[in-house]
């Protein structure tokens, strides 16, 4: 079965620490998208990624990083430094990036990560 | 620059009454479209797309929706509403070379 996999499903961080969040493909994707999610304000773009090796920041990176090593993975970094990180945080994945018919994108189950 | 508006934030319909769900975009030029649906505490689902070609676009789960370029809309319809249909629906636009951008999204509440 292709899909996206998240984990864990819950996460939780306490002040000062950084934690990571997964993400994995099977889909043979070469782009891959990290979004976060708040309430009544939709999907947020943090990072993507077009190609192993190479990310770009989205809107909202402050605060987060990414590695992208591996075709299949891009994991999600929250550090210390993100104030405010109480969020539903999704993965996407699609098959290029730049011309719509290659970016359409299909989503994880999602990570929500709370602060204790 | 791109964005997408979903006026109605919730809706309400009755289990089998027709549904239609607001999108409004802004560019330049024809931008591509798409809709997703989102159960509580999942991933998004993609409903339908619209890049080119004919202006009503079939999806999956019994959706269409129809793209105007007079109005800058991209309404979701749906003739007769399941229970199962309860979710939250995001419009979505790309414009170009541009990344997607993505509505705040609108609740449906189904009651029976």
């Known amino acids: 079965d292709g899909g996206i996999t998240q984990s864990p499903k819950y996460l939780f961080r306490k002040e000062g620490q950084n934690v990571t969040l997964s993400c994995e493909q099977n889909?043979?994707?070469?782009?891959m998208y990290w979004y976060r999610q708040d309430p009544g304000q939709g999907l947020r773009l943090i990072y993507y990624?077009?190609?192993?090796?190479?990310?770009q920041k989205g809107d909202i990176a402050e605060g987060y990083s990414v590695s992208r090593e591996k075709k299949e993975s891009f994991p999600l970094t929250v550090t210390s430094a993100q104030k405010n990180p109480t969020a539903f945080y999704l993965c996407?994945?699609?098959?290029?990036?730049?011309?719509?018919?290659?970016?359409?994108?299909?989503f994880g189950p999602g990570t929500r990560l709370l602060v204790l | 620059a791109q964005s997408v508006t979903q006026p109605d934030i919730h809706i309400t319909v009755s289990e089998g009454a027709s549904l239609e769900l607001r999108c409004n975009y802004s560019?330049?030029?024809?931008?591509?479209l798409f809709w997703y649906v989102q159960s509580p505490g999942q991933g998004l689902q993609l409903l339908l797309k619209?890049?080119?070609?004919?202006?009503l676009v079939q999806g999956i789960k019994g959706f269409e929706a129809e793209f105007k370029r007079s109005q800058s809309s991209f309404n979701l319809r749906k003739p007769s509403v399941h229970w199962s249909d309860a979710a939250e629906y995001f419009c979505?636009?790309?414009?170009?070379?541009?990344?997607?951008?993505f509505g705040i999204g609108t609740k449906l509440q189904v009651i029976p």
């Open positions: 996407a994945s699609s098959i290029g990036a730049g011309l719509a018919v290659q970016e359409t994108q299909y």
């Open positions: 889909l043979n994707h070469d782009a």
């Open positions: 990624s077009q190609i192993v090796n190479d990310f």
């Open positions: 560019y330049g030029a024809t931008p591509y």
């Open positions: 619209y890049f080119s070609g004919d202006t």
């Open positions: 979505a636009v790309k414009g170009g070379y541009q990344k997607v951008t």
